[in-house]
């Protein structure tokens, strides 16, 4: 005989803390911090042990808690105790009094959110007349089951033995590498290009790869040029394609200019 | 047939020719009465189909008024609908939903605060759903979405205005 656990899917950190607290049955103000993080730690534990994937969120509660906990063995007037953590990404949860206070913020939502469901659920006993949409809605309810004695087990094995044979003949995950545009030498390419043909060629030409990262550098490299009033755009017809010319004139002068100009223009590196 | 008793026969044509809940003034015109009288009659109209031989009911929303189906009949018309008709919100989308309706208009990082979860994909569903809508924008760094509820959510939990919503329980016990 195998019997069937359901090991309860939370949401996030707050109704896994909430779902803690409650199951104590005892004033909220009176939880302990020790308790209820070690309680959290374990279910973790339970959840990594059943290889559930633990999101993010999870983990950064459970190092919020730890370091409430660290801190609350500290003496209150030590120095250690005074130093401002930066705690960055970490919920900004810096006493007891503050972790309570946001449980019951969520289980006010979280009672909330029972209510709305025991509405939805006589609202959906009623068909209106309409033909709408509102009652097209997908089943997303989720709950997870384990079977015990032996059971797990293989399915345990049975997933890992899956997962091997995929890893093994599937490729590397692979990522692109990062393309780098500098919008000054986009700049000058443009111009080293242009002065090269002394006559005017379609935007196009000046892209190599297309990618969104090299049409918005020249876009933006383009714009730059014609305020600078360096280069001149146009098209023949309307939504026809773009020409660009240089302004060899404007580049002669320009270059008096740009000497007593001093500094140059700040560039940003995409 | 005296006049009163024609109108009111009027209006369950109408209600029954149009999808929509019917909006109280639309009805007033229609029937050349004023919106007091309206109001009677659908109070009236209502009346009769609490009867327990009709199957049909009268809703009001915030909208207008609807008709539809009494809830025990639900098993039957049921099966006139396809599986998937029946499908209820997630808990997270439930969770989602009870933040904006009490905090709105109210931001995504507002909602993930209380959560304390990510909750792109969840107000996604909800946008597409129409139980939300983007409400203009915060006047803080980033201007930031502001999110509401809409008609739609009213109409799906069966309430007539968000004022109707029971406090929220924020005291400790």
């Known amino acids: ?270 | 047939m005296n006049d009163a008793a024609s109108k009111k026969s009027l209006l369950e044509a109408l209600l029954f020719a149009w999808e929509d809940p019917l909006q109280i003034e639309k009805i007033a015109s229609i029937l050349e009465i004023s919106a007091e009288d309206a109001d009677a009659l659908i109070e009236e109209l209502a009346k009769e189909f609490q009867r327990e031989d009709r199957g049909i009911r009268l809703y009001r929303q915030e909208e207008g008024v609807q008709l539809g189906t009494k809830p025990e009949a639900a098993s039957y018309v049921e099966k006139l609908f396809s599986r998937e008709t029946a499908g209820s919100l997630s808990n997270a989308a439930l969770e989602t939903l009870a933040i904006i309706a009490y905090k709105q208009p109210v931001t995504r990082a507002e909602i993930e605060d209380i959560r304390g979860v990510n909750s792109d994909r969840v107000l996604e569903n909800l946008l597409q759903r129409k139980l939300i809508k983007a409400a203009g924008r915060k006047d803080s760094p980033g201007k930031p979405v502001l999110f509401a509820t809409t008609p739609e959510f009213l109409q799906y939990f069966g309430l007539e205005n968000v004022d109707e919503l029971p406090p929220l329980k924020k005291e400790t016990k």
Do not use: C
């Not at chain 1, 999870?58 to 730890?66: G, I, N, P, Q």
């Not at chain 1, 409430?68 to 009094?97: D, Q, Y």
């Not at chain 1, 490729?171 to 990062?178: C, T, Y």
């Open chain 1, 1 to 270: 005989m195998s019997y069937v656990v359901k090991l309860p899917v939370y949401e996030g950190p707050f109704e896994l803390l909430y779902d803690l607290v409650r199951k104590q049955e005892i004033d909220i103000w009176s939880v302990s911090v020790t308790e209820i993080t070690a309680q959290y730690l374990d279910y973790l534990r339970l959840m990594e042990e059943f290889n559930l994937e633990i999101a993010g969120e999870f983990l950064v509660m459970a190092a919020t808690l730890l370091r409430l906990k660290s801190r609350m063995l500290l003496p209150a007037n030590s120095e250690a105790a005074v130093v401002e953590e930066t705690g960055e990404g970490l919920f900004s949860i810096h006493s007891s009094e503050e972790l309570i206070r946001r449980i019951i913020e969520y289980r006010a939502f979280k009672l909330a959110a029972n209510y709305f469901q025991k509405r939805e659920e006589e609202q959906q006993k009623i068909f209106f007349r309409s033909t709408g949409d509102p009652k097209i809605m997908y089943v997303t309810r989720q709950e997870t089951f384990f079977f015990r004695e032996g059971m797990l087990e293989k399915l345990v094995s049975a997933m890992k033995g899956i997962m091997q044979r995929k890893l093994t003949r599937e490729k590397e995950p692979h990522i692109e590498p990062m393309e780098e545009y500098n919008l000054l030498e986009r700049k000058n390419l443009i111009i080293r290009r242009l002065s090269q043909r002394q006559k005017a060629v379609y935007l196009d030409s000046m892209l190599e790869t297309r990618s969104p990262a090299e049409i918005v550098t020249t876009f933006i490299a383009v714009l730059d040029l014609t305020l600078q009033k360096k280069v001149r755009v146009w098209q023949q017809y309307n939504l026809g394609p773009i020409l660009i010319e240089i302004i060899p004139s404007a580049f002669k002068v320009g270059k008096k200019e740009e000497g007593n100009a001093g500094n140059k223009e700040r560039e940003t590196h995409e």
